[in-house]
């Protein structure tokens, strides 16, 4: 049907088409590894409803409480920039991280890093920068949906959140490589204003949700 694109190969080519030129993009799980390496343990993370959960719930690690924090009451996407501002208020010391999928700042979360400036709260947020909508690709690449007809998940350009953070008044950094990823963290622990990583990773990477999608799967009847 005319606009409409098979779905067993959009993924793959429009994923290629997002990371082209890059011969190792950065892989999610290795982003998460990064924060544990660099943010000290009494960093406060709040991480957004998304693939971007499943990469942190799984590879996150934490060793002080009260040090994570995600919305598993609602499941709200996002949570994760405004609950970090109130976080940087309640505990001012502290370095204080906002994880986020690039789908889920998109559904206007992301706007909020103007208000952390206009009230000079610094909060750092890590912007997995995939250039798609990855859970709802995955989950329905998984579902019995799968082999029907449906529009591309895949943004046809990544948004420059790096830029977007420059036009809110705060620092935006945009990073491809460890290394920059790296300095990028270090930056933050240091931060003595708004910053925002935008971590360009690897589209392709399938996140390990598959708990949930056999669970949504066995109440539309199918999957074990």
Known sequence: MKGRL???????RD???????RAAPLQ???????MNRVLPPETLIYCDIGNVTAWCVHHLARTRPGTFHTDTVYGAMDYAIPAAIGG?????DAPVCAVVGDG?????SVLDVFTAVEHQI???????????????EQGVGESPFRHAPRPSFRFQRRVDFAALARALHARGILVRTTPELERGLLACIDARRVT???????????APTGGRIRHVNRHMGEGA
């Open 6 to 12: 098979d779905p067993e190969r959009s993924r793959g």
């Open 15 to 21: 994923a290629g088409r997002a990371s082209r030129g």
């Open 28 to 34: 999610p799980r290795a982003v998460v590894e990064a």
């Open 88 to 92: 940087k208020r309640a505990v001012p």
């Open 104 to 108: 889920g700042a998109l559904m206007g």
């Open 122 to 136: 610094p909060i750092c947020v890590v912007v997995f920068n995939d250039g798609g909508w990855g859970m709802l």
């Open 196 to 206: 925002v990583l935008d971590v360009h990773v690897d589209p392709l990477a399938k």
